[in-house]
């Protein structure tokens, strides 16, 4: 599986776009990019996943560039609650774990 | 539906004293793993159960050992607990959907001290 690269932190004001970068240059093809969080300690929780297409739901939307080399999480309006580490994940078709790396800490204050 | 439940929440153990963590899940995932978290860290995976009865290492196996009891449990094992084995222990289970849809969810974790 891919190695992701994330900032190891990122502010943000509430009520305003958190936008979450993450650098994955050597994914292969039939690699999937994951995204997770961690709130405060708690078991990892699911946001969202894509392989080429922009994916939007309603946590979250995710872009990832043509060339499939980066991609973005976007939190259109984040509030305090979405303080949290957020993980970014490299997974091919086949793969059964995640490999999870140090993530990126998000403060969201008012 | 409880989603993945792990006992204990807390427990602190003595050098060289032996404990199991249990992990139960009632979604009917095939697959299950026991990861830990120390502080400042991400997730390390220490075992793996891609199905009922088969087990494999992780990334950080040594001293422990794991039990795919049926589909809905597996425990994980501290033979002879170090202080090394201080961590968040969390349990999680996967079902893979179909076009990249691989649901994993977690329990609520397990801390342990080891003194």
């Known amino acids: 599986d891919a190695k992701t690269t994330q900032p190891p932190s990122m502010d943000c004001a509430e009520g305003r776009a958190a936008n979450l970068p993450c650098n994955h240059s050597?994914?292969?093809?039939?690699?999937?990019v994951y995204w997770y969080r961690q709130i405060h300690s708690q078991g990892p929780q699911y946001i969202i996943h894509?392989?080429?297409n922009n994916e939007t739901n309603e946590m979250a939307s995710l872009i990832i560039t043509e060339d499939r080399k980066s991609s973005t999480l976007i939190l259109p309006h984040a509030t305090l609650r979405d303080t949290a580490v957020y993980y970014c994940?490299?997974?091919?078709?086949?793969?059964?774990?995640?490999?999870f790396g140090k993530g990126t800490t998000l403060s969201v204050s008012s | 539906n409880a989603g993945v439940t792990q006992t204990p929440k807390f427990q602190v153990l003595k050098t060289g004293q032996s404990m199991t963590l249990q992990c139960a899940q009632d979604m009917n995932h095939n697959s299950m793993y026991w990861y830990r978290q120390d502080p400042g860290m991400g997730l390390r995976l220490i075992y793996y159960s891609a199905s009922e009865g088969t087990t494999d290492k992780g990334e950080v196996p040594n001293g422990y050992n794991v039990s795919r009891l049926n589909k809905r449990e597996f425990s994980l094992r501290l033979e002879s607990a170090a202080p090394s084995q201080t961590s968040v222990y969390f349990c999680a289970s996967s079902v893979y959907l179909g076009t990249g849809n691989y649901e994993q969810y977690f329990g609520p974790g397990t801390r342990l001290t080891v003194t």
């Open positions: 994940i490299a997974l091919n078709q086949a793969g059964t774990a995640l490999i």
């Open positions: 894509g392989l080429k």
């Open positions: 050597t994914i292969s093809g039939n690699e999937y």
